[in-house]
């Protein structure tokens, strides 16, 4: 079995809606445990007290926020190369999935930001190319929009997609292209080391699984629903030209 065989629409619905409750339901139960043990289950830290326990909403928001463009650049390629309309797709359906993301990973860091940096922004490397990501993820959307050939507006976006991945790549690696700036290092790492203490770590690894979850489920259900769309645009077309 190939796995082209899921860029055919009739076997992405048959396979996605097999998945789809499994993923949902996973995602549910992640958020909710992993929500509840870091929000109510672990103690205030020793420094941030209490405000420290946003890291369970703005990093896993933060991380998906950039993978969720990626992604959508991984499937824009696939368009390029193959001409896959599902894959086209599935980057359209991820676009306002990752700008949420994107915004909740902005105002919560806003709220993490002020009674630790005095101030709700700052001109940060990170938080920058973060916030110019955000207007690439609008621009995407609205590209789409804009432009009424499918297939068009496919190739324009993927164009689009390929540009705003430096600011993604910025967005995940600017603590360390650059040395000055107010935001922390990585909250997770390779080096245990530079990883929150234990205490924080695990829920928050279960938070993370929960935001992936919700990604992937989320990112289903608007591509059967666009898929579904496109097949009613045909049948539309159809019936105007008989």
Request: glycine content about 6%.
């Amino acid at each position: 079995m190939s796995i082209w065989e899921y860029a055919n629409p009739k076997k992405f619905m048959q396979t996605s809606a097999v998945v789809l409750p499994f993923v949902a339901g996973l995602a549910g139960l992640c958020l909710l445990v992993g929500l509840v043990w870091g929000f109510f289950l672990t103690p205030d830290d020793y420094k941030q007290g209490s405000t420290v326990k946003i890291i369970y909403l703005h990093v896993p928001a933060a991380m998906m926020a950039i993978n969720a463009w990626v992604m959508m650049l991984v499937t824009s390629l696939i368009w390029l190369v193959r001409r896959h309309h599902v894959s086209a797709l599935a980057a359209k359906a991820a676009a306002p999935v990752g700008l949420t993301f994107t915004v909740i990973a902005l105002v919560t860091g806003a709220i993490w930001g002020q009674p630790m940096w005095g101030t709700w922004w700052a001109w940060d490397p990170r938080l920058t190319s973060f916030l110019i990501l955000t207007l690439f993820y609008l621009g995407y959307i609205a590209l789409w929009a804009a432009i009424e050939d499918p297939d068009t507006a496919a190739d324009l976006t993927a164009v689009l997609c390929l540009v705003g991945s430096v600011f993604a790549l910025l967005s995940r690696y600017a603590v360390l292209f650059w040395n000055q700036g107010l935001h922390q290092g990585a909250s997770l790492s390779m080096d245990k080391k530079e990883n929150v203490a234990d205490v924080f770590w695990l829920p928050l690894l279960v938070c993370i699984a929960g935001f992936v979850l919700l990604f992937v489920a989320l990112v289903l259900v608007r591509t059967r629903t666009e898929i579904r769309a496109r097949r009613l645009s045909a049948l539309l077309a159809r019936e105007r030209l008989a």
